[in-house]
């Protein structure tokens, strides 16, 4: 986060010929930089010390350990309440849907930059952005009323014939409101995301590194595979993590769709699941105030899910950062 | 530049995490227009006789519970239309905020599921002036029905134990004996049942596990609370959907509020028995069960203990009543105590009480009514 504020330090220093004095239009516009970037931390930091602040006298009164136990009744006495649930189920909504997203955002990307013929690219990659338009209400109610009845074919289909795979085992015999439909929709909905940043990626892939690929004779694929991957790695680990971004904080499509019920439940055919974010869009209003308490403490451990998971992009981006061919 | 581009992953991020926020509150508003967008029969309410209608000017803000909300919608209809200087706004934000937010000195009343205890009225009671302390107004009844979606099966007949049974996922299957021995000569499947809860925080979940919990001796184990505990089953947020996924779902059972329940195509209410014979789930019957209900608020603080066991004949048992939540006395001078008064006596007038019925919602009679007439008419007019 405080590679913004570095930022004008790397650039090139203006013209030392002009001598002591630096031009106005120079000063002011650093001065806005700077100050962009700062307030970017002061809003992060200042999200934080809310959160902490306003979760803290839940934490202290929860009869049970926060972390693991799995129920919610914050407003009983004693309090007793846990998010071991919803994080276990952010996390593997979350999961699913990259599974699904990232190899589909990829190769549509792929295909607007490489294969598809220019004038199909651009409707094709204004298509995909428009995907990213649609708000999440709607994808909330898509996927409750129109995506749902179809997919439960799916999910028989699964748990009968690939059953003995643990996740997909079904004993409930009920295939509605699944992690699985969860994870699929938003899948759908981090694909705009993964895809429109992958494609702009691949096609800052210098002209060279491909005539060159080609020029030695490889096929499409390997010209991918030796002049577009390595260059683009860190932009598509980015693409990835901002499309997981998306999915751990989505609200109100997953709270419309999952069950929402406080159990940790690995089968994602079966009816079950639930999430940080959705659970505070469902139990903010009637909330009394140790419920509300609980329920920001809860976003405060998404708040540190996200800072880790972008930590770890970051990480990652840095350690391919000599492999990628770029700079 | 790939420092730049994480700068901008950054920057982005921080966004996102803002329309995010700004995304969930949207939605909670959205919700609320939701509930309240029903009141297209409130024509029919304004055309009650306006001599019921005590005109006062100004406007007063209110909120609290999303259960009564159309209730209210209606009655501010016929009042507004009555008394064009006068402005009611009614925000269903939930109970706990709108209790929050009368104590905050925003509104001038607050209308809740659950009575303001006892205990908590002082605290709750801060914006009221010179002593004055907050009273519990029951205001609107309600009934919950349990409805469920078997073809070809009617009338169904549950009692309290079954029930609990079916909610706790300890019957699974329709056709289970337990099921069966209640329904004789009916054919039940051979089907597992598809059971919906709220997943939502909800006056209906209380007042249901409420029942449960009073009526089944000792079979429901989870206790009562807004927040649905019980293992298994379905969550579906808000009446809307729970109705729409019992519709949409063959073998299921949930429940959900009498009006839903009567405005569906492809669920139908069961029948409950208390012990005292089967009952149906109908406006008049829920009327019967609120207007026994016991007071066990003290002077006009008219806080009820209704009788979820009752086994007289005729009374349905699983009903609600909400509140409205105000100062009995020290209203402060901007919260408009005149045209609150007067609103709130429409609502308890034999008009504003008789438009409840066609929203769906059970009216309180007998007693209780004299009760909650005196309880507002005492309230302060300046």
Redesign the interface.
Known sequence: MSAPVREPSRADSPPAITGASVRPGDRNFRFLTTWSGILVLVILATIAAFLVWKSIPSLTTDSVNPLTYQAWAPDADPPAWGMSVLIFGTLWTSVIAMVIAVPIGIGAALFIAFYAPPRLATGLGFFVDLLAAVPSIIFGLWGLYNFMPQVVPFSEWLATYLGWIPIFSNEKELYTKSIMIAGMVLAIMILPTVSAISREVFLQVPKGHIEAALALGATRWEMVRMAVFPFSRPGMISAAMLGLGRALGETIAVALILSAVFEINWQITEPGGNSVAPNIALKWGEAGANGRSALIATGLILFFITLIVNMTARWMVNRRKDFSGAN | ???????V??????T???V?TA??SS??S?STAGNASAPAAASSAAAAPAGDINCQSGSISASGS?AQANAVTEWVNAYQTACPDATIDYQA?????GV?AFTSGQTSFAGT?AAVGAADIAAASAQCENGGQGINIPMVGGAIAVAYNLDGVDGLVLTPDVLAGIFDSTITKWNDAKIADLNPGVTLPDA?I?QFHR?????TTANFTGYLDAASNGAWTY?V???W?A???????GSD?VI??IE??PNSIGYDELSYVQNATNAKAAQIDNGGGPVEATSDNAANTIAGAQIVGSGNNLELSLDYATKTPGDYPIVLVTYEFTCEAGLPADKNPALTQAFLSYAASDAGQSSLTGAGYVPITGDLLTKVRAAVDALPTS
């Open positions: 530049m790939k420092k730049s581009k994480v700068a992953a950054a920057a982005a991020l921080a996102g995490t803002l995010l995304c969930s939605s909670s959205e999303s934000v939930g109970s706990g905020a929050e599921d597992t598809a997943s939502d925080s909800s006056g206790g609370g807004k927040d505990t293992p298994g089953g379905q969550g579906a947020k959907q729409a996924s949409s779902t």
